[in-house]
Nanobody
Framework: QVQLLESGGGLVQAGGSLRLSCAAS????????MGWFRQASGKEREFVAA???????YYADSVKGRFTISRDNNKSTVYLQMNRLKPEDTAVYYC????????????????????WGQGTQVTVSS
């Protein structure tokens, strides 16, 4: 089992940057696919980015070119660097870990993740 703790959220103006961190404890994160999801008020949770066990990275179209996911196995931490933020990026951001490779684009699906953090709020003002 792995425990996840996000940090780094906050209030930023449009065009600014934030870096989210997800610290994992319990097991090495290299055995998991690590994902970032977000949930805006009144909306469903949506996929943002993933760093798979075989070190591939994937992004939602809405953040491609602006966000970067990375992983430091020694620190058991996953990062989400968010640049050129927009008001529509405002949401609670969640880190998640998936033990299995289900094939296809499983990393975009909430249900394929086994462990979740508590979330960190990101607010982008216009």
């Amino acid at each position: 089992q792995v425990q996840l703790l996000e940090s780094g959220g906050g209030l930023v103006q449009a065009g600014g940057s934030l870096r989210l961190s997800c610290a994992a404890s319990g097991r090495t994160i290299s055995r998991y696919t690590m994902g970032w999801f977000r949930q805006a008020s009144g909306k469903e949770r949506e996929f943002v980015a993933a760093f798979t066990k075989n070190t591939n990275t994937y992004y939602a179209d809405s953040v491609k070119g602006r966000f970067t996911i990375s992983r430091d196995n020694n620190k058991s931490t996953v990062y989400l660097q968010m640049n050129r933020l927009k008001p529509e990026d405002t949401a609670v951001y969640y880190c998640a870990a998936a033990e299995y490779d289900w094939g296809g684009s499983y990393y975009t699906q909430n249900s394929r993740y086994d462990y979740w953090g508590q979330g960190t709020q990101v607010t982008v003002s216009s």
